[in-house]
């Protein structure tokens, strides 16, 4: 058997062919943290919180050091939650984290075909596990997912709830994906989200995206994805609440950070003011034109991060419909 | 691996042995599939970790034999004593193969065709599951009625041996070095294409469809060179204006000019909308071949009753 898209594997996890959408709904379940995970004791989640939190550190260091696609951290991760949600993890073993972290990356690596060297990240990180013990754990890894290292992301589905919107326009379709994504990689780093299955994360994200982008029509957006057969409509609020709250807060924050950084005396109503004015302006048009100095320093920023975001997309995209031509 | 109990070896698949065994929990009866695991200094290789969990995904479907689990094990070496990964697939176990029940159907004390529905059935679950394949991007490339396993009592048609290529096995040659069978491949890879797609596995479907009509193979080759000339006493010798480029494949040579034979004569009892389905099939230019997921719209599928799918 050729397996054609194992060349361009990070292809095909992102995009999906429409006829394998049912099949992803259906097996989604097998590729996300069991669901014991988010009912555990308290005492083991609040454990795995700064486990995960050391952990994701640790991965996304190892993601600049070794220049990974950031899809390569995101599989880590999701191999690491995974992991933990069916193996018992101690306190005392502190090593731990560093040992599961460093076979799962070195496993998403070689599932995304990145090049990887065990020593290079080892050297740059301050890891020192024997070659022996990182593969040996990589099979622990591997037996306890069944080898379902082809993980179904949220990413898997973008295109298809895209697909819902009837856009006609193939920017507009770009920048609502450019933007789901970004928030889908920051929402796996909270916890919080790890309950939701990777369908809901998409249809959220996207649906988030959409009120920033497109306000006007979020409402019939929502109304699609809602109507859709397989989306649980009542996880997806739940999930696109949290989602929301986290937009808003990270736009707070770098707010914020721009406030404190630009020594101008400011009143919390007018940091609020701006904030909302920022962001309605944000989203109604896509252009800021807000006077306030700091309300633009923020928008730029904001441009560039997305404008960085659309380049890595856009590549991706080059690659997709590379992978299409078969 | 004591979670089973091994029965019988039933083959030496492409990529190692193939134990009959029962899982003694739940009695469950499984098909073992041992491979060894190639460790080197990067550890589990990264083909063989891409490849199960392909194998893992495709498993999903109805048509595709389900890969229960996969387990790995350390043997250790009789000769050094260090130990040798290996890895085992559990696959759910079928007790026939469309090879066999054809055959059945051929010699033995009751020969007799195959009915129509049960062919019309059979394809389209074949259909169903080279889709399936197909739209995860992945090739089986080796399609025929030996690697189609079927569950007799339900009427169901499984796609087997998927798999497991680059990083278990060198391609041409078997483990056994048994003669690899000839009679599926498409004209594309005998004439040494490089850049082969889903048509060969299209080519693969129709011969079998033919021999499950005829309860004999369509193009029963014994070397590459035979196997061309088969199929071109049947469809002609294919010209550059059927087939664009042919001439320039890499084995093309010079061969006798046959004109295209009336297919329907080759498979009797078929009616007109099999016959078209099958010589859709079997196109020469691979981009001219029907896909799988077309294959299933056409009429000759229409008497099928679908929704048991």
């Known amino acids: ?79 690491m939650d995974r992991f933990v949600s069916k193996q018992e993890i101690t306190q005392e073993k502190p090593w731990l984290s560093k040992l599961l972290v460093v076979a799962s990356i070195s496993l998403a690596a070689k599932m995304s075909n990145s090049p990887f060297s065990l020593s290079h990240i080892q050297g740059e990180e301050g890891f020192n596990f024997d070659a022996q013990t990182v593969h040996k754990m990589e099979v622990l890894i591997l037996d306890t997912l069944s080898w379902r290292m082809r993980s179904i992301t ?130 109604c048009s896509n252009t800021t034109t807000t006077t306030t100095t700091d309300a633009i320093a923020v928008a730029e920023k904001r441009q560039i991060k997305r404008r960085k975001l659309s380049d890595f997309c856009s590549k991706s995209g080059f690659q997709i419909s590379q992978s299409n031509q078969w | 691996m004591d979670n089973y109990e091994k029965l019988e070896k039933v083959g030496e698949g492409t990529y190692g042995k193939v134990y009959k065994a029962k899982d003694r929990s739940t009695g469950q009866l499984v098909a073992l599939k041992k491979t060894k695991l190639e460790m080197d200094e990067e550890g589990v290789p990264p083909t063989a970790l891409r490849e199960v969990s392909l194998l893992q995904m495709l498993s999903q479907s109805l048509y595709v034999v389900r890969l229960l689990c996969v387990e790995h094990a350390d043997k250790r070496n009789n000769t050094d004593g260090k130990p040798k990964p290996v890895l085992y697939l559990v696959f759910e176990y079928l007790d026939t193969d469309l090879k066999k029940y054809i055959d059945s159907h051929r010699k033995g004390p009751n020969p007799r065709p195959l009915s129509h529905t ?163 099939m079997l196109k020469y230019d691979p981009a001219e071949r029907i896909s799988a997921k077309a294959a299933l719209d056409h009429p000759y599928f229409d008497s099928l009753d679908k929704s048991q799918f």
């Not at chain 1, 914020?256 to 920022?278: A, G, I, Y």
């Not at chain 2, 394949?133 to 992945?138: A, D, I, Q, T």
């Not at chain 2, 850049?195 to 021999?211: L, N, R």
């Open chain 1, 1 to 79: 058997m050729e397996f054609d898209n194992i060349g361009k594997p990070l292809t095909s996890f992102q995009e999906h062919y429409p006829d394998t959408i049912p099949d992803l709904f259906a097996s989604e379940n097998d590729h996300m943290p069991s669901q014991s995970f988010s009912t555990s004791p308290s005492k083991t989640r609040d454990f795995y919180v700064s486990f995960r939190r050391e952990a994701i550190s640790l991965i996304f260091q190892a993601q600049f050091s070794c220049n990974f696609d950031p899809f390569v951290s995101y599989l880590a991760v999701n191999y």
């Open chain 1, 154 to 283: 949220p990413f898997s589905f973008l295109c298809f709830f895209v697909s819902l919107f009837e856009l006609n326009d193939p920017t507009l379709t770009q920048a609502l994906k450019d933007r789901a994504s970004e928030t889908i990689y920051s929402a796996h780093n909270e916890m919080k989200f790890l309950e939701f299955k990777p369908s809901i994360i998409a249809a959220s994200a996207i649906l988030s995206a959409s009120h920033e982008l497109f306000p006007l029509q979020f409402s019939s957006f929502k109304a699609s994805i809602s109507d859709c057969q397989y989306v649980d409509t009542e996880s997806l609020l739940k999930c696109l609440n949290l989602m929301q709250e986290m937009v808003m807060m990270q736009g707070y924050e770098s707010i914020l950070e721009t406030v404190s950084s630009s020594r101008t005396p400011m009143s919390v109503l007018d940091r609020h003011f701006m904030m909302t004015n920022s962001e309605s302006d944000n989203t």
């Open chain 2, 118 to 280: 049960l062919i019309r059935s059979f394809l389209y679950q074949l259909c169903k599951g080279v889709a399936h394949c197909h739209s995860h991007g992945v090739l089986h490339r080796d399609l025929k009625p030996q690697n189609l396993l079927l569950d007799k009592d339900r009427g169901i048609l499984k796609i087997a041996d998927l798999g497991l290529g680059r990083a278990f096995t060198v391609p041409m040659k078997s483990y056994t070095h048994e003669i690899v069978t000839l009679w599926y491949r498409a004209p594309e890879v005998l004439l040494g294409s490089t850049h082969y797609s889903t048509g060969v596995d299209m080519w693969s479907v129709g011969c079998i469809f033919a021999e499950m009509v005829r309860r004999q193979a369509l193009f029963p080759g014994d070397s590459e060179f035979q196997q061309l000339l088969h199929i071109f006493r049947l469809l002609g010798t294919p010209t550059e204006k059927q087939w664009p480029g042919v001439t320039s494949l890499r084995d093309w040579h010079v061969y006798p000019q046959w004109e295209p034979q009336n297919l329907a004569r080759a498979v009797p009892s078929l009616g007109p909308d099999g016959v078209d389905l099958l010589s859709k």
